[in-house]
């Protein structure tokens, strides 16, 4: 299931952010409640109606005062915050230096004062998932709060996503796979000029093409976790993962969809459901022009 693999992402992103850069306390506070149940879900505040692929351009602001920081804005799309125990919030805490050293990030528990969570979305796909607004108005947050240090935001936001590409594009495969297995089995069963449908060549290099994609993108996701838990550099792999891997899963689903015909067309059949949620993958944790712009500027590097 789809919203079980990226709410189980989601949250295994903020628990490694926070074994990562937090303190020895904040790891004590919040990795355990959201490992044991206690907490449902974590979630990831960062993406803002100005501020998707650009990071730079948030507008959510933290002033600190006294021992608290003062929280004020708002984020979109984000992933189980109806059900989170604690949400990492991205924001501004000095718009006066350069955008790389401008964002912070905080841990903000739920029902903190001046935190609300807007209504679940109606999506096209992934309808299992709560995705939701988060808006935080004179959100008083303690100072102990801060991971990192000020100004740690940005990298703090590029080393998860960096891994969360790994957990997204595991995904993906698995909506192909469940999308063109099934197809596959249709194909061997469905009568059509007194013979299964498989045994024409349309449909033998739509579903060959499906499988190669797809192995290929496993390879390259297997690498691309390989090398993150040698403590190896795997930006770039994570990219071309994710990138091979969602956009594999689209085209495979879609082929499903046409071997089977109208009957791919009805919610009675598992593909029309698979379709619709693949196609976010190509989306969230960074577009697929996004992971084509991050593997050209390792390949070129500074030119």
């Known amino acids: 299931c789809a919203a079980t693999a990226v709410t189980m992402s989601v949250t295994n992103m903020v ?42 351009g948030m507008k959510t602001t933290a002033t600190k005062e006294g021992d608290f920081y003062r929280l004020n804005g708002s984020k979109i799309f984000i992933t189980s915050a109806e059900y989170a125990g604690v949400i990492i919030v991205w924001a501004v ?16 528990e739920k029902d903190t004062p001046g935190l609300s969570i807007g209504k ?32 740690d935001g940005f990298k703090i936001a590029l080393m998860a996503l960096d891994g969360g590409r790994i957990g997204i594009g595991s995904m993906a495969i698995g909506i192909g796979l469940e999308a063109i297995d099934y197809a596959r089995d249709y194909a061997r069963e469905r009568m059509q000029f007194n013979q299964p449908i498989a045994s024409f060549q349309a449909i033998q290099w739509q579903l060959a093409d499906s499988y190669t994609e797809l192995q290929s993108a496993q390879l390259m996701v297997l690498l691309a976790a390989s090398l ?46 698979l379709y619709r949620d693949a196609r976010v993958t190509t989306i969230y944790e960074g577009t697929s022009e996004i992971q084509r712009l991050v593997i050209a500027r390792h390949i070129l590097g500074a030119f």
């Not at 994710?242 to 009675?268: D, H, M, P, T």
């Open 120 to 151: 679940a979305e109606e999506k096209m796909g992934q309808r299992g998932s709560a995705t939701n607004e988060v808006i935080l108005e004179d959100c008083l947050v303690p100072a102990e709060n801060l991971l990192g240090s000020e100004g």
């Open 228 to 273: 993150k838990q040698q403590k190896k550099p795997f930006t770039k792999e994570a990219s071309m993962a994710k990138l091979l891997a969602s956009e594999g899963a689209n085209r495979a689903c879609y082929r499903a969809v046409q071997i089977l015909g109208g009957n791919g067309y009805i919610a009675e059949y598992p593909v029309e459901r």
């Open 15 to 56: 628990a490694e952010v926070i074994c990562t850069f937090g303190t020895e306390a904040q790891r004590r506070k919040y990795v355990p409640s959201l490992c044991n149940g206690e907490y449902p879900a974590g979630s990831f505040g960062l993406t803002e109606s100005m501020a998707g692929s650009d990071l730079g």
């Open 93 to 108: 805490t000095n718009r006066k230096i350069q955008r790389t050293r401008r964002i912070s990030a905080f841990l903000v």
